[in-house]
């Protein structure tokens, strides 16, 4: 069985500060790279950040640069998504992706595998 499965989502105020995490379960994503996405309502699902299976790599949109920082433990099969400065328009609905490189988890189209989300309210 292949999972995702996204945690750490809630209730923030303006420039609060949250981390998420995705803890990754099967043995495909053992060697993927992983990252994270974002839909607020009536949006497209959009970029945040991606990292590669060893860590060496990391991509971050350009909206976001400067307020979040994805990690991952090996040896927990996780990737965190650390964001600062939180403001009402990072209200979205956040979702773990996983796929064989950075290049399949930067765009939504073509990314073959998604967390079922958590949601990141921030109020103003």
């Known amino acids: 069985q292949q999972q995702l499965v996204e945690s750490g989502g809630g209730l923030v105020q303006a420039g609060d500060s949250l981390r998420l995490s995705c803890a990754a379960s099967g043995r495909t994503f053992s060697s993927y790279a992983m990252g994270w996405f974002r839909q607020a309502p009536g949006k497209e699902r959009e970029f945040v950040a991606a990292i590669s299976w060893s860590g060496s790599t990391r991509s971050y949109a350009d909206s976001m640069k400067g307020r979040i920082t994805i990690s991952k433990d090996n040896a927990k099969n996780t990737v965190y998504l650390r964001m600062n400065s939180l403001k009402s328009e990072d209200t979205a609905v956040y979702y773990c992706?996983?796929?064989?490189?950075?290049?399949?988890?930067?765009?939504?189209?073509?990314?073959?595998?998604w967390g079922q989300g958590t949601q990141v309210t921030v109020s103003s």
């Open positions: 992706a996983a796929g064989p490189s950075i290049a399949t988890i930067q765009t939504a189209s073509v990314v073959p595998y």
